[in-house]
Structures are given as C-alpha cells and as structure tokens.
C-alpha cells in the first residue's frame, strides 16, 4: 500500500483512476486532506464568531455600521481568508464524496470519465463561489453587479 490510492479497487491497478485521483487530491494525501478541513473549519469558525460578535455589539446596526466594518482592511482579508478557506473545505469533501463514490463497482469501465465529469463542475462551482464574493468584497471592475 505504498501507492497513495492502493485501497481503492484492492490493489489491482487504478489504470486511469489513479491519474484523476491524484490530480483531484488538495493536500496528495488523506492525512493532509484531513488536516486542511479541520484547519479550514477552524477558520470558518472564527469567521462566524467574529461575525457574530459585531451583530451581538452593534447596537443601532444599519448598512453604514455594517459596510463600515467590512470595509475594513482587516475584515476584507478575514473575507478573503474564509472564502479560501470554504473553497478548500468544500473540495476536500467534494473530492472525497466522488472518489467514494464514483467507482468502477457502480458506473462500469467509465467511471473514470463520470468521476472526471464530476470533478470539474465541483471546481468550476467552487470556482465561481470564490470568485463572485471575492469580487463584492474588494470591488474588483465589472464583476461585482
């Protein structure tokens, strides 16, 4: 079991499947993959209290407070921190669920293409939902309507 997706079809040879799964793999292993969801929950953790707490401090909140506070330097890059760190969250577990999932067992010989298939609009999604918020956040040209 030296080869990091051995387990997947018992060790009789991945073919073309070791190739999407690798690519597909954040972290190239289970254990950084873990570690990076647990780290990015963490983030998104912090994120949340943090939100929280303004709504909870702010008495009189209204759209100045609130655009004043996100229009801080600080909360642009915690912005920016958490939609990178939901987009790794969300791949990591994405990922997870299609190599589960999407196997030979369930789809014939070409899983490999219905798991390429579903790797790539769970990045063009991804994708897109980091780009949009990231857009509205630093305002960046045409793209935030």
């Given at each position: 079991m030296d080869q990091p997706c051995s387990g997947v079809d018992g060790g009789r040879g991945l073919g073309g499947l070791a190739l999407v799964i690798n690519v597909g793999s954040l972290g190239r292993s289970g254990l950084r993959d873990f570690v990076l969801q647990r780290v990015s929950a963490v983030v998104l953790g912090l994120y949340g209290l943090c939100i929280t707490g303004f709504f909870?401090?702010?008495?009189?909140?209204?759209?100045?407070?609130?655009?004043?506070?996100?229009?801080?330097?600080?909360?642009?890059?915690?912005?920016?921190?958490?939609?990178?760190?939901?987009?790794?969250?969300?791949?990591?577990?994405?990922w997870t669920v299609g190599t589960d999932y999407i196997r030979r067992h369930y789809f014939g010989r070409g899983h490999t293409v219905y798991l390429a298939v579903y790797q790539l609009v769970c990045l063009g999604t991804i994708f897109v939902y980091v780009l949009w918020p990231l857009s509205v956040v630093w305002r960046l040209g045409g793209l935030a309507a």
């Open positions: 909870a401090t702010t008495p009189a909140m209204d759209h100045a407070a609130l655009a004043g506070f996100m229009d801080s330097v600080t909360m642009k890059v915690f912005t920016t921190l958490a939609v990178v760190a939901l987009a790794m969250h969300a791949w990591v577990g994405m």
